[in-house]
Structure formats: C-alpha cells, structure tokens
C-alpha cells in the first residue's frame, strides 16, 4: 500500500513558542499531583513555576498559600485529577480561590486528567449525580475563567460550562509514534467499544485512512463472561488499540487476547491518553498478550506500572504550553484542536 507521510505543518513544535513571546505577563502554577509535568511545560515556555506551599492540617484539611504576586494577572494552574482524586480536586480549588482573592486577571485551569469524567449521565432512572457537571460548577464557583483539558472522556463535558474550554487532543502525538515505529508493520487501527469509533476513525484519517476494526463487547446474560466479537479483519496484522483512558486494564487486556487469539493478529500496541492504570492494573498488563501502551504524561506512573516493561510514556507538555501561550497572547488554539 502506498503511503504518504502525515504534513509535518499538523505536528505541534516547541518553536513556535519564541523569545519575543516570553513575556511575564502570566504566572504558572504547578499542584502537588504531576509537578514533573508543570516543570516540562514551564520550560517549554522558557519560565519558572510560580511559588505556592500547600501544606495539611492535623487533621487532613489542606492549606494553600501563593508566593507570587498575581495582581493583574493571567494565572494557568495545572493539575492531573489522578489519585487521591479528591484531594487534588480540592487542592485545585483553593489554589484558584486563592489567586482570584490575590486580584489575579483570570484564572485558567489546566485539567491534563478532568476528575470525575466518567460520571457525566445519569443512566436511565438511576438516583445519582452527574458528577462531571457538579465538578464544572465548582470550578466555576472559585472565578476560573477558562479551561484547558485533554481528551475529556465524554466532549460533551464541555457544555456542562459556562466558561470557555479548550479540550486539546493527543492524537497527534500518537499518529506521530505510530508512523515511526509500526507504519510498515501492516498497522490497522481498532476501536475497543463501539462508542470509541468516532476517535479510532480519526487516528486512522491522520494515518492515510488505514484501516478500522471495532471490538463488540457483549455479555450474553447476566454472570457469563464477556464475549469479544471482532468486526473487520486483524489476522497476521499490527493492531493498534486506541483510547481516551486505561484504569485496571482488565478490558484492554481481554480485548489484546481475543485479537490475537480470536482474530489472529501479529501484534497488538495500546495507545491512551490517560494511564490512570490503579488497581490491579500491573498484573492485568503483564499477563495479556498486549505488546506495548502507550500513555502520555497526564498522569504520572508508579514504579510498579514500570515495572512490568510494557508501558511506555509520552509527553503532553509540548502541546499544552503552546495552548498556554496561545490563550495567553489571545491567539487562536484551532490550529492545535484541528491538529
């Protein structure tokens, strides 16, 4: 098949952000969750984090006091969502409270890992909240002014705000790895559930639209196991499993299985935007016939997740320091959302 190599013009470069665009009109603060994060994105940006303690109360309560001057200023706080969830919920909060007590010009949360994400409907006739929209409220209740996101689990989650949201995607990133390490190993892309078609069909576009297969996940009845039926055609090819987020890994690891086993492909490579990865998640990689994940950095890594040598770590810090500068020099993200 001949293949043309992706236009270079829709990969994001850390040129674009330039000295005469370094202006200290911004502060970056950083929470305690994914600090190596904040650091990667702060240097790409050519600034320093500003200074913040976050400190406890005997009994747990968090405290929050900002050591840079914010007056007159934008103000972007980043924090991954990831474990403990509501203490970094919470710490976010105050941090934002904090810099509109302090007479900041706007405040702009940077959310890699939105909380509550997969709590976004209430399913059927069910008593429970619509966390993700409650989430929304609070964040808008402390004055943030704007939100920068990564591959929200649901995109709809930006109409639960009434403030502007900017949900960039990784996708580009891993278009990028995928054409550099498995282009010429007969690739094609699969979907693991029929509502990740949409993203799977995308990736596949950005890859001189190879092609797509979907696994079809069914329970026949209540208390048998799951039945993976594969739709499309995956033998002796590389499959490339694409997904907004990775938590136990018990499915992905069923689903790397069946394509092997069932479907008879050669390889199956997992790319996610989110290795939330808790639970038993590193027994669930190590024993599925999955080759490799792929996640970026929205969410940092345990050493037992390294451990088992099949997941691999890419960075976002590109990607969301240029959103930062853009939005910070009132310049169009388009161009990073179309990407």
């Given amino acids: 098949m001949k293949t043309t190599k992706p236009n270079p013009k829709r990969v994001i470069h850390d040129k674009f952000i330039t000295e005469m665009q370094r202006q200290e009109e911004f502060v970056l ?7 190596t994060l904040a650091k990667n994105v702060a240097a790409k940006l050519r600034t320093r984090l500003g200074s913040i303690e976050v400190s406890r109360f005997s009994d747990g309560e968090i405290r929050v006091e900002l050591g840079t001057s914010v007056r007159g200023k934008d103000v972007f706080i ?55 929209r409650v989430v929304a409220e609070m964040f808008e209740g402390v004055g943030v002014d704007h939100m920068i996101t990564v591959d929200l689990h649901a995109t709809q989650i930006q109409g639960f705000f009434s403030i502007p949201v900017d949900n960039i995607s990784a ?26 078609v ?3 069909r995308a990736l596949a576009k950005q890859l001189n639209n190879i092609d797509l297969a979907i696994i079809d996940k069914r329970r026949p009845r209540a208390n048998v196991s799951e039945v993976m039926n594969i739709i499309g055609d995956v033998k002796g090819k590389t499959c490339i ?10 499915t992905l ?7 092997i086993d069932v479907g008879g492909a050669a390889h199956v490579v997992a790319y996610a935007s989110h290795g939330v990865l808790s639970g038993k998640a590193s027994d669930n990689i190590a024993k599925s016939k999955l ?21 691999r770590q890419i960075s976002v810090a590109g990607i969301v320091a240029e959103t930062i500068s853009r939005i910070s020099h009132s310049q169009s993200v388009s161009e990073i959302l179309d990407a």
Avoid at 29 to 35: A, W
Avoid at 291 to 311: A, F, H, N, R, Y
Wanted: net charge negative.
């Fill in 29 to 35: 603060f950083s929470g305690t969750t994914n600090t």
């Fill in 78 to 132: 980043i924090q991954s969502f990831s474990a403990p969830v509501n203490d970094s919920l919470m710490e976010a909060i105050l941090i934002a409270d904090a810099a509109k007590r302090s007479s900041a010009k706007t405040i702009t949360m940077v959310a890699p890992l939105y909380p509550y994400s997969r709590q976004d409907r209430r399913p059927g006739y069910s008593r429970v909240p619509i966390s993700a």
């Fill in 171 to 196: 996708s580009q990133l891993f278009c990028a790895d995928v054409w550099s390490r498995w282009i010429d190993n007969n690739p094609i892309i699969v979907s693991p559930d029929v509502g990740g």
């Fill in 198 to 200: 949409a993203r799977a």
């Fill in 241 to 250: 499993v694409v997904d907004d987020m990775v938590d136990t890994a018990g």
């Fill in 253 to 259: 690891g069923k689903a790397a299985d069946a394509l």
């Fill in 291 to 311: 080759d490799e994940l792929v996640v970026t950095d929205t969410v940092p890594l345990s050493t037992q997740i390294l451990s088992t040598g099949k997941v």
